[in-house]
């Protein structure tokens, strides 16, 4: 299984700022992209799809790149509450839809 | 829609017994489900792939005969730690993704916290 590529962080930045992330995936044939957020102790919990052409929801933007074969993360006007651990996750091809996590990037928001 | 159930939440147990996990998909058929293990600050580490019917695929690492999973209906599979031992302490958690999605996203579970004393 090819493997996904996070800065695992932590990014730490003042409230009201716009962050950005980056995940990288090694397998070209890769179907699928995700965002999932996980806070401490608990369960990872989706956060949105990335579609080939964008898609945003409230503050947060999600790109894909395939031919440089990344997915970005985008926040805007960053809240104490948006810190987390932020999951980046790759549908693998061939039917079998195994999900491999990028080992996460630890965002801090801080007043 | 699209709700798994895990329990127990945690559990503590002595060295040398088993504990039985379970994940429940309350709204939707899974014909597949995902068992991952998360140590403190590290990421989550897929331990199997459990299969409606048939058995369990385990990656790479990951011992067979201590982990036994069960999927024995479209909306449970059972992850059982047996001989349990301290350094199996973990967070262990469960997904699965809607047989009927096409590319949708994973429900997780609340997670399972082992401790083993």
């Known amino acids: 299984r090819k493997e996904v590529e996070q800065d695992p962080g932590p990014f730490n930045v003042p409230e009201g700022a716009t962050v950005a992330f980056n995940c990288t995936y090694s397998?070209?044939?890769?179907?699928?992209f995700f965002w999932y957020r996980q806070d401490c102790r608990k369960e990872p919990k989706l956060l949105m799809s990335v579609y080939s052409s964008g898609n945003e929801d409230g503050r947060f933007t999600a790109q894909l790149n395939r031919a440089s074969q990344y997915i970005s993360l985008l926040i805007r006007d960053s809240k104490l509450s948006d810190s987390a651990t932020y999951l980046c996750v790759v549908n693998e091809s061939g039917g079998s839809y195994i999900p491999t996590f990028g080992r996460g990037t630890s965002l801090i928001v801080h007043p | 829609g699209a709700v798994v159930s895990q329990h127990p939440s945690w559990v503590i147990c002595k060295s040398g017994t088993s504990v039985k996990i379970e994940c429940r998909s309350l709204?939707?058929?899974?014909?597949?489900m995902f068992w991952y293990r998360q140590f403190p600050k590290q990421s989550l580490m897929l331990m199997a792939t459990s299969n409606e019917g048939s058995k369990a695929t385990y990656e790479q690492g990951v011992e067979k005969d201590k982990f036994l999973i069960n999927h024995a209906s479209l909306t449970l599979s059972t992850l059982t730690v047996t001989s349990a031992h301290p350094e199996d302490s973990s967070f262990y958690i469960c997904?699965?993704?809607?047989?009927?999605?096409?590319?949708?996203?994973?429900?997780f579970g609340s997670g399972t916290r082992l401790t083993v004393v």
């Open positions: 709204d939707f058929q899974a014909t597949t």
């Open positions: 997904s699965a993704r809607p047989t009927a999605r096409g590319f949708g996203g994973y429900t």
């Open positions: 397998n070209s044939a890769s179907q699928s």
